[in-house]
């Protein structure tokens, strides 16, 4: 009898183990951003790219952040498992191009420094999800699958310097991904509010979109302007602030 009660207790801790290590993401969703380089360029807040410039003319990503729902957020949650770029060698071409630091948006850069930034804070709290590799493979595909320019000048809304309705731009991405961004404003040296960063909700794996349970839409007005990004290098002091967000 003691010999069917040790086998049963054992089947029941190690289905508890088993299931223990199969616990999704302790998050509830994520946040992929990506911002306009011209509304940094715009505020005199960074440099612009040259026109030999690895870069190209088009929202650039910022990360992927895992998010609770009460508005918080987990940051540097693993500090054993630091960025190590050799895991990412293969997308580094691609990283490059899609994902460069908005602070100093020259050549060179300092990409690393954002990438290793990016996945401390925020990739270090997702590993129930991702390792390194598929963390930053993620943002690319959505990047890649997502060109959210296109989707943007397809309802007559350009980067043009001209000012647009904060809702028609919500609704223009939202009749392509069935769900409405955040939008993150920012001010050009008139003070007048611009679009600089562009949120987008994804389910806690990172598969699906899903409605964003807060949005920071209060940093803009009813109308935002859409600043041009400049082919030319720009004067304005190079200004990294990325380490803040």
């Known amino acids: 009898m003691r010999g069917i009660f040790f086998i049963v207790s054992f089947l029941v801790l190690q289905s508890l183990v088993v ?11 994520f946040y992929w951003v990506t911002y306009w380089p011209g509304a940094i360029c715009d505020s005199q807040k960074g440099c612009c790219p040259p026109t030999k410039c690895n870069t190209e003319s088009d929202f650039m990503i910022h990360g992927l952040w895992p998010q609770f729902i009460n508005g918080t957020w987990p940051a540097f949650c693993d500090q054993s498992n630091l960025f190590d770029i050799s895991k990412v060698s293969d997308l580094v071409s691609k990283m ?7 602070g100093v948006y020259t050549c060179p850069s300092n990409e690393t420094k954002l990438w ?12 129930s999800v991702f390792d390194q590799h598929s963390y930053f493979q993620t943002s690319l595909k959505f990047r890649q699958r997502f060109n959210l320019l296109d989707i943007l000048r397809q309802k007559g809304i350009k980067p043009n310097g001209e000012f647009y309705g904060l809702d028609e731009i919500k609704n223009a991405i939202k009749c392509v991904i069935g769900f409405a961004p955040g939008i993150e404003c920012n001010e ?3 003070g007048k509010k611009q679009l600089f960063q562009i949120y987008i909700c994804l389910d ?13 839409d209060k940093s803009c007005a009813s109308k935002i302007k859409f600043p041009k990004l400049p082919k030319r290098d720009s004067l304005g002091e190079s200004l990294s602030v990325m380490s803040s967000v």
């Open 19 to 29: 299931s223990s290590s199969k616990a999704g993401p302790d998050f509830n969703f």
């Open 96 to 102: 490059e191009k899609k994902w460069t630091e908005w």
């Open 116 to 127: 290793e930034h990016e996945w401390d804070k925020h990739g270090t709290c997702v590993q």
């Open 188 to 190: 050009d040296v008139e």
């Open 204 to 216: 806690n794996h990172a598969k699906e979109f899903v409605e964003c349970p807060y949005v920071p």
